[in-house]
């Protein structure tokens, strides 16, 4: 893992999507403001048209320091933003009906984030076919984790870049160079690398903060993807983290707004979890005569995305 700084709440180190230097990695999406009760992030951002700002949560999700003092902060906006949207983190501190108290126009179950729970034997936790690739990907490849993410910063953009062609990548996910330059800084993070004949054939990208590991991103090189490297990375993963103590891995989702399991990344995230938690979106209209001029100057009549002015933006 990557050295922390001296910044920590209630003694606590932050480091991964909680640390300030993460929101700043984001900087193509919108500007990071601090909410200074809660010790989390929001990213604000130009309403495209109109001269007023909205906000949402950073990719892929909103973590703080105190969940119950976000209440305070998101209140103290109104009036300075349009409508705030954010996405939970499945380790956060809340109950949904504090969440449905903050957030009056939107609180909804978005997905289920798919987590492994370290405390259990990697033998007996992982799916059969999943430990048979692993172990097969393994005898082919070797897996290290970087002590120095940064050196493999040209490495993981072309992997990245390989990720993007091969399934059509747009929207907030397809970060620059510069993007992932900051986010290799960021305290917390953790790359794991698997190697070929000396080449680099797939990486792993995670943020540690608290005793959960939060699994980032994930790419491979056409070789990674024949030699099956993504289970090689996600055994050793397991491993690692298990052995430093950690208690959870929170792998994210499937594709799509459900985990169907026609999805592969849902299957191959099924066989290696313990379960699942629930992620929920959720949405304040902080300024109603603004929000109701948007939606009445882009002629939307109806419509269950928040806010509906941004409905496609991220397609």
């Given amino acids: 893992m990557s050295s922390g700084t001296d910044l920590k ?39 495209v048209g109109f001269p007023w700002h909205d906000a949402m949560s950073c990719y892929p999700l909103f973590a703080c320091g105190d969940w119950g003092k976000l209440a305070a902060d998101v209140n103290a906006l109104a009036g300075e933003l349009v409508s705030l949207t954010i996405v939970t983190d499945p380790f956060g501190e809340y109950a949904v009906p504090d969440l449905k108290v903050c957030f009056k126009d939107l609180v909804i179950p978005f ?13 007996i936790l992982v799916h059969p076919h999943h430990h048979r690739y692993a172990r097969k990907a393994l005898g082919q490849v070797d897996v290290e984790i970087c002590q120095e993410p940064g050196e493999w910063l040209d490495d993981w953009t072309s992997l990245y870049g390989t990720l993007i062609e091969r399934h059509g990548i747009t929207g907030i996910t397809v970060f620059s160079k510069e993007c992932f330059a900051r986010q290799f800084t960021v305290p ?26 939060y699994y980032h991103l994930g790419a491979y090189s056409p070789d990674g993807y024949r030699l099956h490297v993504s289970f090689a990375l996600f055994w050793r993963a397991i491993e690692y983290f298990a052995a430093a103590g950690l208690r959870w891995l929170n792998l994210g989702a499937g594709a799509g707004a459900t985990n169907a399991e026609s999805d592969g990344l849902t299957r191959f995230k099924r066989g290696w ?22 939606v009445k ?4 009549s109806t419509s269950d995305y928040f806010p509906a002015y941004r409905k496609g933006e991220f397609r």
């Avoid at 917390?188 to 590991?213: K, P, S």
């Fill in 111 to 123: 997905k289920e984030h798919f987590v492994v729970d370290l405390a259990r034997s990697v033998e």
């Fill in 9 to 47: 709440i209630n003694g606590n180190q932050i480091a991964g999507y909680l640390h300030p230097l993460y929101a700043q990695s984001l900087f193509e999406w919108g500007v990071p403001r601090d909410l200074p009760r809660c010790k989390g992030r929001i990213l604000e951002r130009q309403i």
């Fill in 188 to 213: 917390g993070i953790v790359a794991i690398r698997a190697v070929h004949h000396d080449a680099t054939v797939g990486m792993l990208l995670w943020y540690v903060h608290g005793d959960v590991a």
């Fill in 273 to 294: 979890s313990s379960g699942t938690r629930t992620v929920y979106l959720c949405g304040r209209i902080l300024d109603h005569e603004k929000y109701s001029q948007i």
């Fill in 297 to 300: 100057a882009r002629e939307i």
